[in-house]
């Protein structure tokens, strides 16, 4: 097929300008609109006027405009039900239906859909009051992962190496810092190893891998300081084992196959973050949308038509889609915002964006980004930039992401300087 579609994307972030590139790049693309989108979006697509966490307003406004096809990005959405809406209009939609997004919505409810496929995760306990959550940890002791069961844009999850900071985060979850989401507390067992992403598209019957992929979660060097959205990224991972490849694909498709069994259909991206043990591959958590930072340095490296493979997944004949993928390395750094992931200042001038882009290979993916009054390029968040890289090597793609870091300015600029050392440091 080759008729033009207009598509509507939902999000704000560096994802979503990620997939607004691929999309966009597609023969297929015809008018393109982002909700709420961002400083660096509104080149490439119009802005629609629209709550994205609306199903109602969504739906209506993909009626009214046409939409062929509407793209969620963020998980927020997708828990509220968008995606149901969207296709009750008659209108396809990538990303899984509220139900099914419950795989991030409740991480218990993830944990009891993992327990039925028999996939190896961490063993764990649920509580929805304190005393008795923190009667468990001091059962246990430390070391334990504490995690608020709802949405907490990637934050409710405490890392505890020992019992008390264990029970500050039951008692950070409770308290409500991380409002509704904390309501129920999940403690699991801590797990050992090396952690990868992968990604996967599927239409509720066919999983297609996507590359692999390691976030980097910490805000500081040697992956120190607290736990973030993301600071960089790369791709392939080196470290991966065939056998392991082999079982983290097996795990994503027997969850699917769990969830059809169950009447649920799960379509759009399912997103594995895994923890790789001595035991094998064992599911850290699922997240029912692509990775932010993983999608900027899966994506440049794939070949597919996207605007195909979203209607695929949604149509259900994602096995007549072919995806393929570059042997290159991506890298991408992310630029933040002083005091990230804490209370940071906004409305700083963005420049040096055009001479990063100007080296081979670089692309500079906009997050916390907007354009004020005076027609500025200023920062508008804790996550502002992601700046990919691409070349035949990792040391190439690796030294042109730094390299490209270091033209960009804004005040208040920081960075890891060590993302992607676990692919040259031997496997612990």
Known sequence: ???????????????????????AASPRAGRL????????????????????DSPEAVAAFAQDHGIGLVVIGPEAPLVEGVADAVRAAGIPCFGPGAQAAQMEGSKQFAKEVMARAGVPTAAYRAFTEEEPCAAYVREVGGPVVVKADGLAAGKGVIVAQT?????????????GHFGAAGSTVVVEEMLEGPECSLLALTDGKTVVPLATAQDHKRALDGD??????????????????????????DIENRVVAELAAEGIRYTGCLYGGFMLTKDGPKVLEFNARFGDPETQVVLPRMHADLIDAFLACDAGTLDQVAIDWEDDWAVCVVLTSAGYPGSYEKGKAITGIERAEELP?????????????????????GRVLNVTAVAPTFEAARAQAYAACELIDFEGKTFRHDIGHRAVEPRA
């Open 1 to 23: 097929m080759s008729d033009k579609v207009d598509i509507l994307l939902l999000g704000a972030g560096g994802r979503e300008h990620a997939l607004l590139s691929k999309l």
């Open 33 to 52: 609109y982002v909700a709420p989108g961002n400083g660096g979006m509104y080149a490439l697509a119009e802005r629609a006027d629209v709550d994205q």
């Open 163 to 175: 019992t008390e900071e264990a029970l500050e985060g039951v008692h950070e979850c409770f308290s």
């Open 224 to 249: 120190k300081g607290p736990n973030t959205g993301g600071m960089g990224v790369y791709s392939p991972v080196p470290l991966v084992t065939p056998d392991e490849y082999a079982a983290m694909v």
């Open 361 to 381: 290979g670089v692309t500079v993916y906009h997050a916390g980004t907007a354009v004020d009054k005076d027609g500025r390029l200023v920062t508008n968040g």
